[in-house]
């Protein structure tokens, strides 16, 4: 069951990449609007199209994971991508991360060594 830990690990790297270009995407973007301006630039920001392809890819690694391993073996390995999550917020958008969320991420880590165990 070890096996599934890498491939988890470059799920939530992928998961948490797409989630990373949207912000930054999202950023550079008017307000939402059911124009053309609007979807023009939408679909012309190269960091929207990072996002899709990085969920895309995601997406192709998660068909595999659930294929192959145990569904409750698999799906509470999603819950790494909250990690990379809050190293995103503090390397990409320097945001301050306090003890007690750390604490909820060494949570996190144990309850995965747990499942994957």
């Known amino acids: ?9 470059l799920q ?3 998961l948490c990449g797409g989630q990373v270009f949207l912000k930054f995407a999202l950023t550079k973007m008017p307000s939402f609007s059911w124009t053309k301006d609007f979807w023009f ?5 190269w960091q929207f199209a990072a996002c899709g392809l990085f969920f895309g890819a995601a997406s192709l690694l998660w068909m595999y994971i659930v294929k192959y391993f145990p569904f409750a073996t698999a799906y509470p390995m999603v819950s790494l ?4 999550g809050m190293l995103a917020a503090i390397l990409f958008f320097h945001e301050e991360v306090s003890a007690i969320k750390w604490i909820g991420v060494f949570l996190i880590m144990t309850g995965c060594f747990l499942i994957a165990k």
């Open 1 to 9: 069951m070890w096996k599934i830990i890498p491939l988890a690990i």
């Open 12 to 14: 939530s790297v992928l």
């Open 41 to 45: 630039a939408l679909l012309s920001n």
């Open 81 to 84: 991508s909250y990690v990379f």
